[in-house]
């Protein structure tokens, strides 16, 4: 997380759906951010970033000990890459 805040200060992610059962619980969310810091070798280009975000927490003791998370890559990558 270190650094996708060091590259993308500005973050703001919105929770869009939460299922939860047992002690699992399921989520999407959506991130906005600018790019201003290098991320992934990409060096910062000031581009905004639009991303969704799908995870899966296993909770114990009200804490997440677990999680599966996924984003689509690619997609961060050209939204990078694109013109200014």
Known sequence: ?????????DTVSVVQDVIAEGDKVAAR?????????EF??????G?????TWYGI???SG???VESW????GVEIMQQLRRLR
């Open 57 to 59: 927490f296993r909770l």
């Open 29 to 37: 969310w959506t991130t906005q951010a600018t790019h201003r810091g």
């Open 47 to 51: 581009n905004r970033i639009d991303v």
């Open 62 to 64: 009200g804490r997440i």
């Open 69 to 72: 998370d996924t984003f689509n």
């Open 1 to 9: 997380m270190s650094e996708w805040l060091a590259a993308f200060p």
């Open 40 to 45: 992934m070798d990409v060096p910062p280009t």
